[in-house]
């Protein structure tokens, strides 16, 4: 039973929100470098629900690390975030995305360098959509990033959720390699 315990503990974020059949909650597909830790950030965010860790944005079905790793599958490691949005705004969200990696370099992250480390937005629908967009002008706008910001933005089709070693990573390996921290920018929410 306590091992039980444990296992669910583990899949739930540590924001001190419980689900329940009652509450809304929306989705949302980023890509912002190694996917260790986005998940890490994103899950400490009030009004996230859930996350998991996987793969987007490209063309070979059913990606696995070994393939993504490449970079010649187009996908990214990606998050997939499902959020209360009566918490968290999909606007909010997206402005603590480009607090937590460098939204500017094309293809990298910290040492991570390939397309697979993309800074990606893939969007559910048109009101995702035009969000993005009007975030990705706010933060430019703002004069807090040195170089314009080359997000890809694309219509989501499809995700591939990593290997189970890879969810929750840095929960299980405290000591693992991220690039990842919160920058403190004003981006003119």
């Known amino acids: 039973m306590k091992r039980i315990i444990f296992i669910l503990a583990t899949l739930l974020?540590?924001?001190?929100?419980?689900?329940?059949h009652t509450t809304p909650s929306q989705t949302a597909y980023l890509a912002g470098g190694c996917f260790w830790g986005m998940e890490e950030l994103v899950r400490k965010i009030p009004g996230v629900i859930a996350t998991?860790?996987?793969?987007?944005?490209?063309?070979?079905?059913?990606?696995?690390?070994?393939q993504v790793k490449t970079g010649r599958t187009g996908h990214a490691e990606s998050l997939?975030?499902?959020?209360?949005?009566?918490?968290?705004?999909?606007?909010?969200?997206?402005?603590?995305?480009?607090?937590?990696?460098?939204?500017?370099?094309?293809?990298?992250?910290?040492?991570?360098?390939?397309?697979?480390?993309?800074?990606?937005?893939?969007?559910?629908?048109e009101a995702q959509q035009h969000t993005a967009m009007e975030v990705i002008k706010i933060a430019?706008?703002?004069?807090?990033?040195k170089s314009k910001i080359v997000t890809e933005v694309a219509q989501f089709r499809e995700f591939y959720r990593a290997?189970?070693?890879?969810?929750?990573?840095?929960?299980?390996?405290?000591?693992?390699?991220?690039?990842?921290?919160?920058?403190?920018?004003?981006?003119?929410?």
Request: glycine share 10%; hydrophobic share 25%; proline share 5%.
């Open 80 to 125: 997939k975030i499902i959020f209360n949005p009566e918490k968290l705004s999909y606007r909010h969200l997206l402005f603590e995305f480009f607090r937590m990696h460098n939204p500017t370099t094309r293809n990298q992250q910290g040492n991570d360098i390939g397309s697979q480390y993309r800074s990606a937005i893939f969007y559910l629908d």
């Open 13 to 20: 974020p540590l924001t001190g929100f419980t689900m329940t």
């Open 140 to 145: 430019e706008a703002s004069g807090e990033l």
């Open 52 to 66: 998991e860790v996987g793969y987007t944005g490209g063309t070979t079905p059913n990606a696995v690390y070994e």
């Open 163 to 189: 290997e189970e070693y890879h969810q929750q990573y840095l929960i299980k390996h405290p000591g693992g390699y991220t690039c990842h921290y919160i920058r403190r920018l004003n981006l003119g929410e």
